[in-house]
């Protein structure tokens, strides 16, 4: 199996750049997908493969991935973005399985 | 419009059965795998398992193998997690999700509301 390694909490100043990276060996051959999860709700997809946004998510937030490192980044970090993020991927076993990282915490001062 | 409508809150006693729904409409639910993601009180999201709709083909995250079972009934829509003797420890939400993809890229695209077991004596 595999494993996503994410820092646990990270904050941004309002209208500030934040980075969020995700850590694992599955991520050299797949991408991450990246969920924001605010509190008493279910999680949003936020990213997904190479760099691609859903419908209604703000083009603040955007993908990129180097060797086995994927990262979230919102330019402009506004306060309504202070949520959970996790990212996900296959697993590096090549089957149909998956695995989140653990969460990071994003606090917007 | 894609939606997946989970089943309601329950509370359920160690060594109780238990089986929890998910309904999907708005799409082929045949062509579209199924997750199922466990979140512990104030802990993080943990992938369980998968199936597809269209065959029953289900897989299983090696942490849950065994623990749970996965099922679908494609002529209702529908998918299940079901336990067969629960424990305290089983305590969580638990949400489906529908696996979208492009390519060899798998990501969630859409996902249920959540069902909160509470397993308690």
């Known amino acids: 199996s595999s494993e996503l390694t994410q820092d646990p909490a990270v904050s941004v100043a309002l209208g500030q750049t934040v980075r969020i990276t995700c850590q694992g060996d599955?991520?050299?051959?797949?991408?991450a997908s990246w969920y924001q999860q605010k509190p008493g709700q279910a999680p949003v997809l936020v990213i997904y493969g190479k760099n691609n946004r859903p419908s209604g998510i703000p083009d603040r937030f955007s993908g990129s991935s180097s060797g086995n490192t994927a990262s979230l980044t919102i330019t402009g970090a506004q306060a309504e973005d202070e949520a959970d993020y996790y990212c996900?991927?296959?697993?590096?076993?090549?089957?149909?399985?998956?695995?989140f990282g653990g969460g990071t915490k994003l606090t917007v001062l | 419009e894609v939606q997946l409508v989970q089943s309601g809150a329950e509370v359920k006693k160690p060594g109780e059965s238990l089986k929890i729904s998910c309904k999907g409409s708005?799409?082929?639910?045949?062509?579209?795998?199924i997750g199922w993601v466990r979140q512990m009180p104030g802990k993080g999201l943990e992938w369980m398992g998968i199936?597809?709709?269209?065959?029953?083909?289900?897989r299983y995250s090696p942490s849950f193998q065994g623990q749970v079972t996965i099922s679908a009934d494609k002529s209702i829509s529908t998918a299940y997690l079901q336990w067969s003797s629960l424990k305290a420890s089983d305590t969580a939400m638990y949400y489906c999700a529908r696996r979208g993809y492009s390519g060899y890229e798998y990501y969630f695209d859409y996902w249920g509301q959540g069902t909160l077991v509470t397993v308690s004596s």
């Open positions: 996900n991927s296959r697993d590096s076993s090549g089957n149909h399985l998956g695995v």
């Open positions: 599955s991520l050299r051959s797949y991408y």
């Open positions: 708005g799409y082929s639910f045949t062509s579209y795998w």
């Open positions: 199936i597809y709709p269209g065959d029953s083909d289900t």
